[in-house]
């Protein structure tokens, strides 16, 4: 089965700063990869995904990219805002299998 | 209507209990889901129903046992757990089954059993 390894699993930025976390797979099959974004007390919430048949992806401050051949996924948020603090879980996927990865608690400080 | 409803969201019961956790979703999805998840730990699979019917059971012990009435509403009914299934249970939905787009998540009911 498909197995995510996400790293790291703490970060602490400045506010403004950019912020970076790296995921890999092990199944060449995934080929959806989601990023959820979980606030205390919350349900996980999807901020970006990418499908297997493109590179990159962004939206606003938020971009991931994709390499398949390595087959590693990384989120980019860039200008960090304090609202931005909260546990982030990439997941791969694919037909019926979706697998997180353990999380990266962010800490943006003002 | 973009929301999946979980009730309750603070479930406290002992280890002879029978209890429900219940979820509704009304986005006209096919596919639900129940996850577990620990602190500081990833949502963990138990089980799936596709078109109502039971498609994946993670090897989750019968003392948790799921229920999807219709299309949606889904139950998962708890009876004689034991302290260390006290966790964050959460219900999602998908437009079909998983691999093929964003899962919905719910709120999470926290469940303590003492």
């Known amino acids: 089965g498909e197995n995510v390894e996400q790293h790291p699993s703490t970060l602490s930025v400045q506010e403004g700063d950019s912020a970076v976390i790296k995921c890999t797979y092990s199944d060449s099959a995934s080929n959806y990869f989601p990023w959820y974004k979980q606030e205390l007390g919350k349900g996980p919430q999807l901020i970006i995904d990418?499908?297997?048949?493109?590179g990159e992806k962004k939206d606003q401050r938020i971009a991931v990219t994709l390499n398949k051949t390595a087959k590693h996924f990384s989120l980019h948020i860039t200008e960090t805002q304090p609202e931005d603090s909260a546990v982030y879980f990439c997941a791969a996927s694919s037909r019926n299998d979706m697998r997180f990865g353990a999380g990266t608690r962010l800490t943006v400080k003002p | 209507d973009t929301e999946v409803t979980q009730t309750p969201k603070h479930l406290v019961m002992g280890m002879t209990n029978k209890k429900s956790l219940k979820c509704e979703q009304h986005?006209?999805?096919?596919?639900m889901y129940w996850y577990k998840q620990k602190a500081k730990k990833p949502p963990e699979l138990m089980f799936v129903?596709?078109?109502?019917?039971?498609?994946i059971n993670e090897s989750v012990p019968s003392r948790f046992s799921p229920e999807c009435p219709n299309s949606s509403l889904l139950n998962l009914h708890l009876h004689a757990l034991q302290p260390e299934d006290s966790a964050l249970y959460l219900c999602?939905?998908?437009?079909?089954?998983?691999?093929?787009?964003?899962?919905?998540f719910g709120e999470g009911s926290r469940l303590t059993v003492l």
């Open positions: 129903y596709s078109y109502e019917k039971l498609s």
């Open positions: 990418i499908r297997s048949n493109v």
């Open positions: 999602a939905s998908s437009l079909m089954l998983q691999g093929s787009g964003e899962l919905f």
């Open positions: 986005m006209g999805h096919r596919a």
